[in-house]
């Protein structure tokens, strides 16, 4: 079992100028994503990103999750930037968030998932098969 203080690899992003949005002639900024091998618990993974101007990977449609899961399918567990900023009173943990602070508008957890089973499940890593879970 895992929990946000388990080493594992991650999946992080940045984006060109530094900044999510759509440019002046309508084209939308894409991220770069890039899988880091370097086990680190999740903060310390996030506090990577950030020192080098990204953020831990978000996802906010189906296509994002299948283009992550290409990523990460024959991967080991893999962190992703979902938290639910430590609220383990919330009822199914309603209060996700990305790290990168845009909204969390796709869901895709794996049966049963989030349950906090062993406390200290307040964030997202995807699995060999591409499922988000915890």
Same mark, same amino acid.
């Given at each position: 079992?895992?929990?946000?203080? =388990?080493?594992?690899? !991650? #999946?992080? *992003? @940045?984006? @060109?100028?530094?900044?999510?949005?759509? #440019?002046?002639?309508?084209? =939308?900024?894409?991220? @770069? %994503?890039?899988?880091? *091998?370097?086990?680190?618990?999740?903060?310390?993974? /996030?506090?990577?990103?950030? +020192? #080098?101007?990204?953020? #831990?990977? +978000? %996802?906010? +449609?189906?296509? /994002? =999750?299948? !283009?992550?899961?290409?990523?990460? !399918?024959?991967l080991p567990l893999t962190w992703i930037g979902g938290t639910d900023g430590g609220q383990p009173e919330m009822s199914q943990y309603k209060s996700w968030s990305w790290t990168d602070g845009s909204g969390f508008n796709y869901q895709q957890w794996a049966e049963g998932m989030p349950n906090n089973s062993i406390g200290g499940e307040l964030c997202i890593q995807m699995n060999f098969g591409g499922t988000v879970i915890h």
């Open positions: 079992l895992f929990s946000c203080w =388990s080493v594992l690899p !991650f #999946l992080w *992003e @940045i984006h @060109i100028g530094g900044h999510t949005g759509a #440019l002046g002639n309508g084209a =939308s900024l894409v991220p @770069i %994503v890039i899988f880091d *091998e370097t086990p680190r618990s999740w903060a310390d993974a /996030e506090f990577h990103c950030q +020192s #080098l101007g990204g953020h #831990l990977a +978000s %996802v906010h +449609s189906w296509l /994002e =999750s299948i !283009f992550l899961k290409a990523l990460t !399918f024959d």
